[in-house]
């Protein structure tokens, strides 16, 4: 759960603030783990799919070690 918050935060801050976030969803496809004591790199990209007016549909993207975490991630703003 917090690989999609992180991916939340990183949508709302392109966005503008949390209020411009208008729906944000996602799958879980493969866990990320983080060893004790470790850190790990979450890289986030997002494609502009669609542009209505002030609507925006994001495609997002989250890996982690190369592998896809979520699936399916997809957000509207309001921009």
């Known amino acids: 759960m917090l690989t999609m918050a992180l991916v939340g935060t990183f949508i709302s801050e392109w966005a503008g603030g949390s209020a411009h976030v208008k729906e ?3 799958r879980f496809i493969k ?3 983080v ?5 790990v790199d979450l890289t986030v990209t997002a494609t502009v799919t669609e542009v209505d ?3 925006i549909k994001l495609d997002c ?3 982690s070690a190369g592998v896809k ?3 399916m991630a997809r957000a509207v703003v309001i921009k």
Not at 35 to 39: C, I, S, T, Y
């Open 24 to 26: 944000f969803s996602a």
């Open 31 to 33: 866990p990320v783990i």
């Open 35 to 39: 060893p004790a004591g470790e850190k």
């Open 53 to 55: 007016g002030n609507r």
């Open 61 to 63: 993207v989250a890996t």
């Open 69 to 71: 975490v979520l699936g």
